[in-house]
T-cell receptor, first 111, second 111 residues
Framework: NAGVMQNPRHLVRRRGQEARLRCSPMKGHSHVYWYRQLPEEGLKFMVYLQKENIIDESGMPKERFSAEFPKEGPSILRIQQVVRGDSAAYFC?????????FGQGTRLTVV | RKEVEQDPGPFNVPEGATVAFNCTYSNSASQSFFWYRQDCRKEPKLLMSVYSSGNEDGRFTAQLNRASQYISLLIRDSKLSDSATYLCVVPAGSGYSTLTFGKGTMLLVSP
């Protein structure tokens, strides 16, 4: 029973490129969270999705960021035209009522 | 009051000590609460959930005070391996809902 799978683990992008982060939730979990953690900072909520539905995107920056969780396949967090300030660890979690379980994260570095 | 507030620490304690962390929250609609631990550059891992007045698991005890809107985590007989950041997590409501993380309290256990 695999846990939450995120890939890639590490991603390097040049300024202006696009970054795509993938998250496959635990088996049986239908809800996915995305969080961002800047160096030396806490976890900041970005978006909360159910399959084919965005439940809460109040933490998503208004521009360049988007997320989806299609009926089939992983959840995708997409960052267009990346800037150096996007460098961070991006964690995905899937949840049941007993709690949320995190993937190992994707560390994005923008050079 | 901030949504979820924690003393950032660090708490420096010797092995064998008892240490307690508090976390205050602002959303009175929250029904269940969670404590996570996060090691440096790793994903948060679920430590304990708190549904009613409290929960105990070995050396760890979590308590909830709804009237004062705070939860606490008590660690007895601290081990070196307990050194980590402890995150308080508050859902927005009952069932599936957005999870708000505190910034965490750092614990350093020394020999």
């Amino acid at each position: 029973n695999a846990g939450v799978m995120q890939n890639p683990r590490h991603l390097v992008r040049r300024r202006g490129q696009e970054a795509r982060l993938r998250c496959s939730p635990m088996k049986g979990h239908s809800h996915v969270y995305w969080y961002r953690q800047l160096p030396e900072e806490g976890l900041k909520f970005m978006v909360y999705l159910q399959k084919e539905n965005i439940i809460d995107e109040s933490g998503m920056p208004k521009e360049r960021f988007s997320a989806e969780f299609p009926k089939e396949g992983p959840s995708i967090l997409r960052i267009q035209q990346v800037v150096r300030g996007d460098s961070a660890a991006y964690f995905c979690a899937s949840s049941r009522e007993e709690g949320a379980f995190f993937g190992q994260g994707t560390r994005l570095t923008v050079v | 009051r901030k949504e979820v507030e924690q003393d950032p620490g660090p708490f420096n304690v010797p092995e064998g000590a008892t240490v307690a962390f508090n976390c205050t929250y602002s959303n009175s609609a929250s029904q269940s609460f969670f404590w996570y631990r996060q090691d440096c550059r790793k994903e948060p891992k679920l430590l304990m959930s708190v549904y009613s007045s409290g929960n105990e698991d070995g050396r760890f005890t979590a308590q909830l005070n709804r009237a004062s809107q705070y939860i606490s985590l008590l660690i007895r007989d601290s081990k070196l391996s307990d050194s980590a950041t402890y995150l308080c997590v508050v859902p927005a409501g009952s069932g599936y809902s957005t999870l708000t993380f505190g910034k965490g309290t750092m614990l350093l256990v020394s020999p």
